[in-house]
């Protein structure tokens, strides 16, 4: 130890001593032999996988290198993890995997395997335990492809390690190391060559490495990676059933790549302090609560337990405690800097997952070497003997002393390895430096939401002429023989669940969830009848967590699925709003289009309901929604607008991935009326595919009623805005006021052409506001206005700054027709 903190230098040199003592071995081992008697890592996999880990610790090094001249920008590191590489060793090439940002060794590991073929595979005779079907371990289900083969994927090539055979010090670096490295520097200094992210953000991603990227917001990809796991053992059944041709793998759905393989498992890592993360926790729950109900879900958690989350340790033992005591999980451990017993754990828990289709959790005890991140000064809250105990169980110069206690290599040997590694490494490093960078706010944002709308707009009318020709009788059928358009006017929630059923009709893989939306049907009857319709393998009810519900979506979406999720309520998707911002909306931004989300996610909303339930029930933020990029937010206010924006939706999430929240108003569900009792002016046909392509919706159009001559006032409203104004309008109209009102039936994107036309029309503009007056919706259509060099008059009619209250004082808070009447004769006395 040469001071305090662990520098670059410090862990250099300290490898390099330990590589110094250690003595030459008295024979050597032919490298095709286990490198151990209990294990079947051969000695030439072993220091293939050294040279992972060297890779890894090298890239680290580098790091902090390009941080030095300001050239890098980020600096959290691998070293110390390098024990990850064997569980990528464990795993094979296709399983897709979504990593902790310490991952650099199982980055470089996956990246040569990708690059080799598959080994042959074993016969049954020869599996370990782990491997051969349980007899009485639960519901297990027969091995559907026969092949058993599951674990072991590097022990059966010893000759042909990836750096190729001969004098362990002139094996030349593999190709595949070199070019993960090369990605992985690119993430450094943000170059725009970057292969997933392309300079957005320093990631471990790469489709065709099966490789997901992950954001920094620690445990948020656990819940995607537990609903790709549902989605995967889903398919495989499709595909085992002879019935996975019918559903568009791909077409709509989330990975440009093929899909993954039937017997896939997805594997997903994080630290110890994540453990204790509410994604984390809920996505321990879910994969047990449906292991618990008999539910399939093969994911592999690895928790990479270094003790500690920046500064704070995790208190002893409770990382084994609570991941031993999640429901459903089944427990594996090993010492992450004992390179053969981390290989031999990691493949029993990759075979047990992958035989079973069962969770279980990987817990892989590391060291972290160099603090946290490049600025972290540990000593602020670490003793120098701490720190010093980490860097006795560097898992590198375990891996070294594995090697030379083998007879494998030596220590000279090594040295010269990792310093050939070290030497490329560097070499690239300056290659990249000289790349382009993200030059321009256009190359920024260009994959973060792409829209096609001449696309979108094809693809629903394919769906009509499918609906009107060849699926006519299903459809006919699935309607019980009365197709709506046939049923007499609709309310706007009958309109939403005959869409949702044309839906289910048109996208074979798209699947209706969340609380109660199965057997109820809804709480408000929205999803009706589609359970009996469509089964529950489609239409199913979820486990009560919001979080889940969305990371289910997320991973289902990746997975080539079309998921439509429920959020009861508006005021529920808050406690799980990082899903859609921090997962789902980022997804092609950080990986450029390679892998997607497409997800309609159906929230029951805003206020109005009469007497029931105060701001949990009538909740009216949307702010939250409306400033995340690329979001889609569509709030339909009649039932004729509902359907074809939820086609739209739908269409644009199946062709361009989009991540789409249909915000459906709750007062409006079961309104029949408009002006009077009884006048059934809020019931609205529905359309017959016939009419569809004439009646589409295209994404940030709004819609135009012109009262009276319409030449006075322009009202810009949405949601239970629209009939109020109407009715106020009506009102003015009386008066000989003419009003145009404007529902802009997209909050995101805003229809500002739409709006921009409307309100030069008649140079006064209100804007009726059911949601608040700081943060509403209105404040981003007064600054569309601005921005387009609006001249006119303009006035806001807004909620009050509250939550909705309980009973009749919720309408002191809420917009009133009183309040827009008023509003448009102060702006016509002006
Ligand atoms: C949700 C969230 N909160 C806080 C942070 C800031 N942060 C980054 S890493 C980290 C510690 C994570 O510790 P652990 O999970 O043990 O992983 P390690 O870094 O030790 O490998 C924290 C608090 C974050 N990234 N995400």
Redesign the pocket.
């Known amino acids: 130890m040469l001071s305090d903190v662990t520098t670059p230098q410090d862990l250099d040199d300290r490898f390099r001593e330990t590589l110094a003592a250690l003595a030459t071995p008295p024979q050597r081992r032919d490298p095709a032999r286990p490198v151990t008697d209990d294990t079947t890592l051969t000695g030439a996999r072993a220091l293939d996988l050294f040279d992972a880990q060297a890779t890894s610790r090298q890239l680290d090094l580098a790091g902090r290198w390009l941080r030095s001249f300001g050239e890098g920008f980020y600096t ?1 590191g691998s070293a110390g ?1 390098e024990g990850n590489a064997a569980v990528a060793a464990a795993l094979r090439a296709t399983d897709p995997a979504l990593l ?3 991952s650099g060794a199982f980055y470089c590991v996956r990246a040569a395997q990708a690059d080799r073929p598959a080994p042959p595979e074993r016969p049954e005779a020869e599996r370990p335990e782990a491997e051969q079907p349980a007899a009485a371990d639960g519901p297990v289900e027969a091995d559907p492809a026969g092949t058993g083969d599951d674990s072991r994927p590097d022990a059966a090539d010893p000759d042909e390690p990836t750096g190729g055979a001969g004098s362990v010090a002139a094996r030349p670096l593999a190709p595949a190391y070199a070019e993960a490295a090369r990605d992985v520097l690119r993430g450094m200094v943000a170059s725009s060559l970057e292969p997933v992210a392309g300079g957005r953000h320093k990631v471990f991603g790469r489709a065709d490495l099966a490789v997901v990227p992950t954001t ?5 990809h656990l819940p995607r990676a537990v609903g790709m796991g549902l989605a995967v053992e889903r398919l495989r059944r499709l595909e085992t059933s002879g019935r996975r041709d019918g559903v568009r793998v791909g077409s709509g759905g989330g990975a440009a790549q093929a899909s993954w393989p039937p017997d896939a498992i997805v594997v997903c890592s ?6 204790n ?1 509410a994604s984390a926790t809920a996505a321990f729950n879910t994969a047990g609560w449906y292991d618990h109900t008999g539910l399939r879900i093969p994911v592999l958690f690895v928790c ?3 003790g ?3 500064s704070v340790r ?1 208190p002893r033992g409770w990382v084994e405690t609570t991941l031993r005591s999640k429901p459903g999980v089944r427990y594996f451990a090993a010492d992450g800097d004992d390179l053969v017993r981390a290989y031999e754990v990691a493949t029993e828990a990759a075979a047990w997952v992958r035989r079973h289709r069962r969770p279980a959790v990987l817990h892989l005890s590391t060291v ?1 070497l160099m603090g ?1 991140a490049g600025a972290d000064a540990e000593t602020a809250y670490r003793s120098a003997g701490e720190i010093a105990a980490d860097l006795d169980r560097d898992p590198l110069a375990g891996t070294a002393r594995l090697l030379v206690g083998a007879g494998v290599a030596t220590g000279e040997e090594l040295l010269a390895r990792y310093d050939e590694i070290g030497w490329q490494v560097r070499r690239i490093a300056e290659e990249v430096l000289d790349e382009p960078k993200l030059s321009a706010p256009a190359e920024v944002v260009a994959p973060l939401a792409p829209r096609r709308p001449v696309r979108v707009s094809r693809a629903v009318a394919d769906a009509a002429a499918r609906a009107a020709g060849p699926g006519a009788a299903a459809r006919t059928e699935a309607f019980g023989g009365r197709p709506p358009e046939l049923t007499g006017p609709l309310t706007l929630a009958q309109s939403i669940n005959a869409a949702l059923a044309d839906g289910m009709l048109d996208h074979p893989q798209m699947a209706v969830f969340g609380e109660d939306v199965g057997v109820k049907g809804g709480v408000y009857g929205v999803t009706k009848g589609l359970r009996d319709r469509f089964g529950a393998a489609r239409v199913f009810d979820t486990l009560l967590d919001e979080t889940s519900i969305l990371g289910l979506g997320l991973g289902a979406g990746l997975a080539g699925m079309l998921p439509v999720p429920e959020i009861q309520y508006l005021a529920y998707l808050h406690n799980a709003e990082d899903q859609v911002r921090g997962e789902a909306a980022t997804m092609q931004f950080f990986s450029q289009g390679a892998f997607r989300n497409p997800m309609v996610v159906r929230v029951a909303g805003l206020a109005y309901q009469e007497g029931f339930g105060g701001h949990f029930h009538n909740d009216n933020s949307v702010a939250v929604l409306r400033d995340v990029p690329g979001l889609v937010i569509a709030v339909p206010a009649r039932p004729d607008d509902a359907a074809p924006m939820l086609r739209t939706c739908l269409a644009s999430a199946a062709v361009d991935g989009s991540v789409c929240v249909f915000l459906e108003p709750i007062a409006l569900y079961h309104t029949r009326d408009l002006y009077a009792d009884g006048d059934g002016e809020w019931l609205a046909h529905y359309a017959e595919p016939g009419a569809w392509t004439g009646g589409h919706v295209p994404i940030g159009r709004a819609r135009v009623y012109g009262v009276g001559s319409a030449e006075d006032v322009t009202i810009i409203t949405f949601g239970n805005g629209v009939p109020m104004s109407l009715r106020a309008a009506a009102t003015l109209a009386d008066e000989g006021i003419g009003t145009r009102v404007v529902d802009l039936r997209w909050l995101s994107p805003l229809p500002v052409a739409d709006v921009i036309r409307e309100a030069a029309a008649t140079g006064r503009v209100l804007v009726v506001d059911e949601t608040r007056r700081s943060g509403g919706v209105g404040e981003g259509v007064i600054a569309a206005l601005v921005d387009a060099g609006y001249v006119g008059a303009a006035r806001r009619v807004a909620g009050v700054d509250s939550f909705v209250p309980l009973g009749p004082a919720a309408r002191h808070v809420l917009v009133s027709e009183e309040a827009i009447t008023q509003g448009a004769r102060t702006l016509l006395a002006r």
């Open positions: 959290i993890h902790h940002y310490r920094s917001t620690i445990a948020s994080f630290g110890d302090a994540s453990v993360h990479e337990d270094n500690l989350g920046i995790s972290r946290h």
